[in-house]
Nanobody, 125 residues
Framework: QLQIVESGGGLVQPGGSLRLSCVAS????????IAWWRQSPGKEREGVSW????????HYADSVKGRFAISRDNAKNTAFLQMNSLKPEDTAVYYC??????????????????WGQGTQVTVSS
């Protein structure tokens, strides 16, 4: 059974850090572009970051550039999103998504083949 499970969310104060994990089972991540998305109540789901296969090139939304870092460990079939200097506006449900092949589609929602169930991140004092 193909499954993606995110973890690592929680409540953190502004300026704090969290590290999200995305673990795949039933298939390997080696051939997939991996992206993190987020969705806040009343807002559309937005792309946060992606990391490609092969050279591992990365891309970040302007809102998180310099604060978030995406990485992947194919041997462990896991991807990560390190989130630093968190702000209240980062509060959202964060999703891991996979697109077979390169990340040429960028943040085109319907191009992603598999989605996790999401993990809640709340930034509040």
């Amino acid at each position: 059974q193909l499954q993606i499970v995110e973890s690592g969310g929680g409540l953190v104060q502004p300026g704090g850090s969290l590290r999200l994990s995305c673990v795949a089972s039933g298939f390997t991540l080696d051939h997939y572009c991996i992206a993190w998305w987020r969705q806040s109540p009343g807002k559309e789901r937005e792309g946060v970051s992606w990391i490609s296969v092969g050279d591992g090139s990365t891309h970040y939304a302007d809102s998180v550039k310099g604060r978030f870092a995406i990485s992947r460990d194919n041997a462990k079939n896991t991807a990560f999103l390190q989130m630093n200097s968190l702000k209240p506006e980062d509060t959202a449900v964060y999703y891991c998504a996979l697109d077979y092949g390169s990340c040429s589609s960028g943040f085109v929602f319907y191009e992603y083949d598999y989605w996790g169930q999401g993990t809640q991140v709340t930034v509040s004092s």
